[in-house]
């Protein structure tokens, strides 16, 4: 409703006007004060943090992306974990458990490397960047000891916030970014580690018990490169607008892009032992966490 569109043909040429539609004092007023309330009890900020989240998700992650394409490596839709140069990611969509499974790992001496995105490069080695941490309502029940100590860190406000709100909010509609710093200790970070396990997850409905079977590299590459499609769509959408009107040379077709990141990653992943573990749909981090120490996987 914020956008007006006028399509007209010439000839073969098919012009299409994209224009923000104008309004009114008052409405726009009125839409900013919905907005900063939405963002205060869901993200705990004021609606200034829409500007952060926009420059981050719109600009910062897809323009890296981009970089990190032209130098070989990619970013991954992945928690991670390291320790003794080795790293461990756990790439899945979302909602499957991948910062609880990873919060249980690192409360067991394991070094945080990431929990939503981590790069990875055509050597196969993985690095943390700088975003800060997804902390869901939902987690409370996943992973009680990250919230609590994400909670502890909060101020007085932001607590009653995250109690009451979360009452009436749906558990994924309520989250908090954090420093993994804060969470873990500066000390806990890893700045990366050579990938030597690549665990896929996947929640089914249908599954009465966890499964587990062996994966190719290219298999777990075109998982990724489809996770990642999802994750980060701006450069998706940046390829098909260069495929259809525009003229950015620094963006690859569409094709072309999903071809870099799945040779990547399929590169980076040739050393690893790859896995696909099913998990069912009841079973929490704790049970996935069981399942890999009883199958001796990790």
Same mark, same amino acid.
């Given at each position: #409703?914020?956008?007006?569109?006028?399509? %007209?043909?010439?000839?073969?040429?098919?012009?299409?006007?994209?224009? @923000?539609?104008?309004?009114?004092?008052?409405?726009?007023?009125?839409?900013?004060?919905?907005?900063?309330? !939405?963002?205060?009890?869901?993200?705990?900020?004021? %609606?200034?943090?829409?500007?952060? !989240?926009?420059?981050?998700?719109?600009?910062?992650?897809?323009?890296?992306?981009? *970089?990190?394409?032209?130098?070989?490596?990619?970013?991954?839709? %992945?928690?991670? &974990?390291?320790?003794?140069?080795?790293?461990?990611?756990?790439?899945?969509?979302?909602?499957?458990?991948?910062?609880? /499974?990873? #919060?249980?790992?690192?409360?067991?001496?394991?070094?945080? +490397?990431?929990?939503?995105?981590?790069? /990875?490069?055509?050597?196969? !080695?993985?690095? $943390?960047?700088?975003?800060?941490?997804? &902390?869901?309502?939902?987690?409370?029940?996943? *992973?009680?000891?990250?919230?609590?100590?994400?909670?502890?860190?909060? =101020?007085?406000?932001?607590?009653?916030?995250?109690?009451?709100?979360?009452?009436?909010?749906?558990?994924?509609?309520?989250?908090?970014?954090?420093?993994?710093?804060?969470?873990?200790?500066?000390?806990?970070?890893?700045?990366?580690?050579?990938?030597?396990?690549?665990?896929?997850?996947?929640?089914?409905?249908?599954?009465?018990?966890?499964?587990?079977?062996?994966?190719?590299?290219?298999?777990?590459?075109?998982?990724? *490169?489809?996770?990642?499609?999802?994750? $980060?769509? =701006? @450069?998706?959408?940046?390829?098909?607008?260069?495929?259809?009107?525009?003229?950015?040379?620094?963006?690859?077709?569409?094709? =072309?892009?999903?071809?870099?990141?799945?040779?990547?990653?399929?590169?980076?992943?040739? !050393?690893?032992?790859?896995?696909?573990?099913? $998990?069912?749909?009841?079973?929490? *981090?704790?049970?996935?966490?069981?399942?890999?120490?009883?199958?001796? +996987?990790?």
């Amino acid at each position: #409703s914020l956008w007006h569109y006028d399509i %007209s043909r010439d000839d073969d040429t098919l012009n299409v006007l994209v224009a @923000p539609r104008p309004e009114g004092a008052l409405k726009s007023r009125v839409r900013d004060l919905k907005k900063a309330w !939405r963002y205060l009890h869901r993200y705990g900020r004021s %609606s200034g943090l829409h500007r952060v !989240r926009a420059f981050c998700f719109s600009g910062y992650v897809p323009m890296v992306q981009l *970089a990190l394409l032209n130098h070989g490596a990619t970013f991954c839709h %992945s928690s991670a &974990i390291e320790r003794d140069g080795e790293a461990i990611l756990f790439p899945a969509c979302g909602g499957v458990g991948k910062t609880s /499974l990873m #919060s249980r790992y690192v409360e067991q001496g394991w070094n945080f +490397l990431a929990d939503d995105l981590c790069t /990875l490069d055509a050597r196969g !080695r993985a690095a $943390i960047h700088p975003l800060p941490m997804h &902390i869901y309502k939902y987690h409370e029940r996943q *992973a009680a000891g990250l919230v609590r100590k994400m909670l502890e860190r909060s =101020t007085p406000w932001d607590r009653r916030l995250w109690n009451v709100c979360g009452t009436v909010k749906r558990p994924d509609e309520m989250v908090r970014w954090v420093k993994p710093g804060h969470i873990f200790g500066e000390e806990r970070l890893s700045r990366g580690g050579q990938v030597a396990k690549v665990f896929r997850l996947h929640r089914s409905h249908r599954a009465d018990a966890f499964r587990h079977e062996d994966l190719e590299p290219g298999d777990v590459a075109a998982a990724i *490169a489809s996770n990642l499609f999802d994750e $980060i769509r =701006t @450069p998706p959408h940046l390829a098909v607008a260069v495929g259809s009107c525009l003229r950015l040379d620094f963006v690859p077709e569409i094709g =072309t892009m999903y071809d870099q990141i799945r040779r990547t990653c399929t590169a980076g992943l040739a !050393r690893a032992a790859c896995y696909a573990i099913t $998990i069912p749909q009841r079973a929490n *981090a704790a049970d996935v966490e069981s399942y890999l120490r009883h199958q001796r +996987l990790i």
